[in-house]
């Protein structure tokens, strides 16, 4: 017994001068084999899938077996069956126990009895102690003993070279990190600093270690900010953020921070770990892309056409001013689908249509459609969008717009000026010709009540030769000049088109007996309108027989239209063919 406890503690002082464990297990299962005196010892180490043992050490093998064999994990064998029950076994003949059997490398040395422990700490199990004799034997409680206590010691020395082999890693895993990885004790000062602290802040971990962070690497300007961050680390709460570091040869940089504070295992805080990195590229870029964007709204705001931008996800995220302005909305309630609720009933549907099938297929496009400008009109717009990129990245869509309305409006006049010149030119008689002209500008013009009338100064009267009153009873027929405000025929003799806005009902004058919703201001005469309208009355004349159109005055609902001629209706057959 004295010499069992003399070698547990020769064991113990060699555990603790030894830094490498393989010249412990091997001193341990020599010494082990020497005091039991038995044939063999080993010590099987449980591997990492828990499903095998590794021969790690031992005393007694033929030469090939250690270092070599593995045993499976089963209760089946004496060493599963250790692990299993977590308590010393004992086999006095292998040819009387029935419960297990021993592993194949045993038997093949003749093993007739053994005494096995499990080597662990806590609820980690690290392998199995085991002395082993080739005849029948007894194990006293003084030989289990024995071997638990020298298990127990190599399972403390395992243990610790557990420790040390993930402190290791966890050194190296550190250094590995471009990230600087400082550890700061209660009082803030460093712990630990590991190899990329050392070239981001110039500063060696030898030098550091044992002084005050603040001293190091923190800014004067900055100390109240960092104050504050440690009020907040030591209330046991995180902190991130941007953070002015400095080097050690005073250079001044932003850098990107989060610190934790550490815990020990009772929950007490024992310090803080910091991981930061530079940013100073970062922010470069970051003031690049913001000069970059500022000079792109500059162009786009003073750019002379409507310009809007979109993400991958086909929601708008920009519009220049000259869109805002056209449209009257913020930029707040543009963003998004928020523009589309400017786009003409009609066109509402194709647009979205169109944009969804580009935005699925990446393809520049153009497209038509109305959009309504601040004052509550639709106007023309030809829109232009191109993908853009991001390198080989979809980043969306960026298009321009243009007003067009002029030019449509033009192109739809010409297309009925020379669909009404070939009308005209099939007349046969000048009153089928009258009566086609002012159908079909009443038609074009969308107007409830259209007419061609003769000014007949001499006789003091207006005749309305042919008018196209829609759902209204004709109006042809005679008026007096009187009836007509002296401005309108003067403004009619210089060849002058004339606006007259809507004012309140008047039922005198040309057109008296149509619904009373406005007079004009200069023939007094009532005027209806069909749809909203713009509110005027216009009127053409020639110093020699011409024709003009005029759309009337407006209301919410109606809309008229005149034409009127000069000379005598005698010559109106080449009057309307001018």
């Known amino acids: 017994?004295?010499?069992?406890?003399?070698?547990?503690?020769?064991?113990?002082?060699?555990?603790?001068?030894?830094?490498?464990?393989?010249?412990?297990?091997?001193?341990?299962?020599?010494?082990?084999?020497?005091?039991?005196?038995?044939?063999?010892?080993?010590?099987?180490?449980?591997?990492?899938?828990?499903?095998?043992?590794?021969?790690?050490?031992g005393k007694g093998f033929r030469p090939g077996y250690v270092g070599q064999v593995h045993v499976p994990v089963s209760p089946r064998l004496q060493v599963g069956y250790t692990l299993q029950v977590g308590q010393p076994v004992v086999l006095q003949s292998v040819r009387q126990e029935v419960k297990f059997g021993l592993a194949d490398h045993l038997v093949e040395h003749q093993i007739v009895s053994g005494v096995t422990v499990a080597i662990s700490s806590g609820d980690r199990a690290f392998g199995v102690l085991g002395a082993y004799s080739v005849k029948?034997?007894?194990?006293?409680?003084?030989?289990?003993?024995?071997?638990?206590?020298?298990?127990?010691?190599?399972?403390?020395?395992?243990?610790?070279?557990?420790?040390e082999v993930q402190i290791h890693f966890q050194a190296r895993l550190l250094d590995a990190v471009e990230q600087a990885v400082i550890a700061v004790n209660r009082e803030f000062k460093i712990t630990y600093w590991n190899r990329f602290a050392e070239h981001l802040y110039g500063w060696s971990a030898q030098k550091?270690?044992?002084?005050?962070?603040?001293?190091?690497?923190?800014?004067?300007?900055?100390?109240?900010?960092?104050?504050?961050?440690r009020q907040q680390l030591r209330a046991g709460e995180s902190w991130a953020g941007e953070f002015m570091m400095r080097r050690r040869n005073g250079e001044i940089f932003p850098a990107y921070v989060t610190d934790s504070p550490i815990f020990?295992?009772?929950?007490?805080?024992?310090?803080?770990?910091?991981?930061?990195?530079?940013?100073?590229?970062?922010?470069?870029?970051?003031?690049?892309?913001r000069e970059s964007e500022q000079r792109f709204r500059t162009m786009a705001d003073t750019a002379p056409v409507l310009i809007w931008t979109a993400g991958p996800d086909g929601l708008c995220d920009f519009f220049n001013q000259p869109w805002l302005t056209f449209t009257g909305r913020t930029m707040e309630a543009s963003?998004?689908?928020?523009?589309?609720?400017?786009?003409?009933?009609?066109?509402?549907?194709?647009?979205?249509?169109?944009?969804?099938?580009a935005f699925?297929?990446?393809?520049?496009?153009?497209?038509?459609?109305?959009?309504?400008?601040?004052?509550?009109?639709?106007?023309?717009?030809v829109d232009n969008a191109v993908p853009r990129f991001d390198g080989e990245h979809f980043a969306g869509y960026i298009g321009s717009c243009i007003d067009i309305h002029d030019r449509k409006t033009a192109e739809a006049d010409a297309a009925f000026l020379a669909e009404l010149s070939e009308q005209m030119r099939q007349a046969e008689e000048a009153e089928a010709l009258i009566v086609t002209v002012t159908r079909m500008?009443?038609?074009?013009l969308d107007a409830t009540y259209c007419a061609l009338a003769e000014l007949d100064e001499a006789q003091g009267a207006v005749t309305i030769w042919?008018?196209?009153?829609?759902?209204?009873?004709?109006?042809?027929?005679?008026?007096?000049?009187a009836e007509f405000k002296t401005v309108l025929i003067d403004e009619l003799r210089r060849g002058q088109p004339v606006a007259i806005p809507a004012r309140p009902a008047h039922r005198g004058g040309l057109w008296g007996q149509l619904p009373a919703i406005g007079d004009c201001r200069l023939c007094g005469s009532a005027f209806a309108a069909r749809r909203p309208f713009t509110g005027q009355f216009v009127g053409r004349c020639r110093p020699a027989p011409a024709l003009a159109a005029t759309p009337g005055c407006a209301s919410p609902d109606r809309r008229g239209a005149a034409l009127v001629c000069g000379g005598k209706i005698a010559r109106r057959s080449r009057i309307a063919r001018q």
């Open 136 to 163: 029948e034997r007894t194990y006293s409680q003084f030989d289990i003993d024995f071997l638990q206590s020298v298990a127990n010691l190599l399972a403390a020395a395992m243990a610790r070279r557990t420790a």
């Open 466 to 481: 042919s008018d196209d009153a829609r759902d209204r009873v004709t109006q042809a027929g005679s008026e007096q000049l």
């Open 264 to 289: 020990n295992g009772t929950g007490e805080l024992v310090g803080t770990v910091g991981v930061s990195f530079d940013i100073s590229d970062r922010k470069q870029v970051e003031k690049s892309l």
């Open 1 to 57: 017994q004295r010499i069992q406890q003399q070698t547990v503690a020769e064991l113990g002082r060699l555990a603790l001068a030894e830094r490498s464990l393989e010249p412990i297990l091997a001193a341990a299962t020599a010494r082990v084999a020497e005091v039991l005196e038995v044939d063999i010892c080993q010590l099987l180490e449980l591997q990492p899938d828990g499903e095998s043992l590794l021969l790690t050490a």
């Open 360 to 381: 699925a297929s990446r393809q520049p496009y153009t497209m038509e459609f109305r959009l309504r400008r601040q004052d509550g009109e639709y106007r023309w717009i």
């Open 335 to 357: 963003l998004g689908k928020g523009w589309s609720e400017d786009l003409h009933p009609e066109d509402y549907e194709r647009c979205l249509s169109t944009n969804r099938t």
């Open 208 to 229: 550091v270690l044992g002084r005050a962070l603040a001293d190091i690497i923190i800014p004067p300007d900055q100390r109240t900010l960092a104050g504050g961050i």
């Open 441 to 444: 500008v009443g038609d074009y």
